[in-house]
């Protein structure tokens, strides 16, 4: 059974960072591609970030180029989203998925991220 567990969300200042964990069961992180999406509230899910299952590749949507860094620990079968330089549009419920792109039909229950002064 497939299960995905996001967390590490919160309040954060403009400018500021978080990191977001996707801590997997059921399957090996480092045996699939995976995936970041958000969700702003009115606004539709986004394809946020994405990591091949080898590594090779990763996706950024423009407007976090720069500023998000995807990983992953296969010791810990998590994944990661850092995200530094934090906009208030960047506001929005994250959540992981198994997969690339937001196709997918295993998505963990998002974790909420706020960036305001």
């Known amino acids: 059974q497939v299960q995905l567990v996001e967390s590490g969300g919160g309040l954060a200042q403009p400018g500021g960072s978080l990191r977001l964990s996707c801590a997997a069961s059921g399957f090996t992180v480092s045996s699939s591609d995976m995936s970041w999406a958000r969700q702003a509230p009115g606004k539709g899910l986004e394809w946020v970030s994405g990591?091949?299952?080898?590594?090779?590749?990763?996706y950024y949507v423009d407007s976090v180029k720069g500023r998000f860094t995807i990983s992953r620990d296969n010791a810990k079968n998590t994944v990661y989203l850092q995200m530094d330089s934090l906009k208030p549009e960047d506001a929005a419920l994250y959540s992981c998925?198994?997969?690339w792109g937001t196709g997918g039909s295993d998505w963990g229950q998002g974790t909420r991220v706020t960036v305001s002064s």
């Open positions: 998925t198994k997969g």
């Open positions: 990591i091949l299952s080898d590594g090779r590749k990763t």
